[in-house]
């Protein structure tokens, strides 16, 4: 299976500041990532994803990185908000017996204050 | 409801009791996985339900956990002789069909999971 892991499990910044967080990832061969953003008590939501043939995607606010030379990937959101708090996770497909099961990295707590 | 529905969304037990956990997709989603989420950690996969074929059962962590999934729709997670070290969030997920990049079968709807607690 993948293996995915993040950098720091805590990201505390001041609300309208930038943020990034960051994730790597072991399988070579994986070649689509997810980002989810957890609020406190429900399940994890899909924020933005990238496939392999891109090096960068943006959505709104938000903007996923990937450099498949040092399987790394980030996410950045711009002018973070207080509603920008949550667990974010980033996720991989691990192929199992043909079948697609994300793994999902540790999370990282991003903590914005007012 | 248009989401992934769980229930209960909190279950307290006693040591050695066993429990039932419902999941309940989003319709038309053939595929459905449960994680478990312990405090301050990822989520852990447990089982996963695609269709008609075979669970991939691949990430129970003993034989007292189980589901089945009746009709391809609802799904139960049953956990036997229930432990301490049991007590986590269960989150249960599903996709549409499909299957590789080109679809969405690896974007997962999650449901806002079942806290259970073992006394």
């Known amino acids: 299976g993948e293996s995915v892991g993040l950098h720091l499990p805590t990201l505390s910044v001041q609300e309208g500041d930038n943020s990034i967080i960051n994730c790597a990832y072991s399988n070579s061969a994986s070649d689509y990532f997810i980002w989810y953003k957890q609020e406190s008590g429900k399940g994890p939501q899909f924020i933005i994803d990238i496939r392999s043939n891109m090096d960068k995607r943006q959505g709104q606010r938000v903007t996923v990185l990937l450099n498949k030379t040092v399987k790394h990937l980030s996410l950045q959101i711009a002018a973070t908000q207080p509603g920008d708090s949550a667990v974010y996770f980033c996720a991989a497909p691990g192929a199992s017996g043909g079948s697609y099961i994300p793994t999902f990295g540790r999370g990282t707590s991003l903590i914005v204050h007012p | 409801g248009a989401g992934v529905s769980q229930s209960p969304s909190n279950k307290v037990t006693e040591k050695g009791k066993d429990v039932e956990l419902r999941c309940d997709p989003i319709?038309?989603?053939?595929?459905l996985y449960w994680y478990r989420q312990s405090l301050g950690q990822g989520l852990e996969f447990l089982i996963y339900f695609q269709g008609n074929s075979a669970p991939d059962k691949s990430g129970l962590p003993s034989d007292r956990f189980s589901a089945e999934r009746t009709g391809g729709s609802v799904s139960t997670l049953t956990i036997q002789r229930t432990q301490q070290e049991d007590s986590a969030v269960y989150l249960c997920?599903?996709?549409?069909?499909?299957?590789?990049?080109?679809?969405?079968?690896?974007?997962?709807?999650f449901g806002s999971g079942t806290q259970l607690s073992v006394l």
């Open positions: 319709s038309g989603h053939t595929a």
């Open positions: 997920a599903s996709s549409p069909p499909g299957r590789g990049p080109e679809s969405a079968n690896e974007k997962l709807f």
